[in-house]
């Protein structure tokens, strides 16, 4: 019996990552969703989508949903309020009513504020959060502060074969997307303190189309997952691992089966423009729907199968 409940997370993203290069075929999908007929039940799973600005999840949830046709396009802007959802998830096993919300990427705005002390404080809190990032891929809606992210980030030399102002670009996102994890985690042990219920959490690694390579998969993984030793960690990595530490790891599941995942995930293929300079997706309707049918059958492990 493993002792390390990071173990089996690491197990999970190393059997996922090679489906963003080859599918594999097609997986079944454990639970379909319908829209919510009685809005008067008490929902049966609360569940969060948090992450910083521009890393999609809004669209996220609306492919869970099956809102996202490929062919269509997502609207190119931000959605700065909370939005929230509610449906019937619906299995061979029966049905549970499920209740989301999106948490605006600028949670120190004033319908931030509104959405944390309405779902988050107040001895209320969600069952489970998916929190989105996207290794540095994060839209930044303001060109201006898109300049400035290109010419702030002064480091070392870009990576062979990567465009300065991309390289520069990511930096700048990662170190915003930290910073929000590091609010979020700080949200969650309070919010998460002062409830008994089991907890479950999914770090969606979005935009992975745009990783171009198992090596940067690869990287990706040493960047979110705590390490076989925790000297090893990456700043992102500790962050995660104190936050269960913090909570109690028996929180989440058992060592065998934490309800704890680290997942890849493309919502919707789409390009990376950085000033001149564009990263191309190589997301394909194939693989896009085997990590979407992963991810939902990961979501109703953690939060809707009582056997799990």
Known sequence: MPDDIWLPVRRRWAALTPLVLRPGGPRERKVRFRRRWNFFATPDVAMAVTGMRGTGKSTLLK???????????????ESPDAESDRFVAVTEHGSKQVKSVVVPGQKDSAQGERTLRKYFRNGRSPDGVVHVVSWGYSTIWDSTAEQVAIASTATGDA???????????????????????????????????????????????????????????RQAGRYYLPAEQPKDDSPFARELRALVNHLGEERFGTAERPRIAVVPLVSFPEDYPVGESVVQSTGKPDVISVLLTTFINTLWEFSGDDRA
């Open 63 to 77: 492919a869970i949903r099956g809102r996202l046709l490929f062919g269509d396009y997502p609207l190119g802007e």
């Open 159 to 217: 990576p062979e074969g990567v465009d300065p102002d991309v390289a520069r670009t990511r930096e700048y996102n990662r170190k915003g997307e930290l910073d929000d994890f590091r609010q979020t985690c700080a949200l969650l042990k309070e919010s998460w303190r002062g409830t008994r219920k089991r907890l479950w959490l999914v770090i969606a690694v979005a935009k992975v189309d745009l990783f171009q390579n198992a090596e940067s998969l």
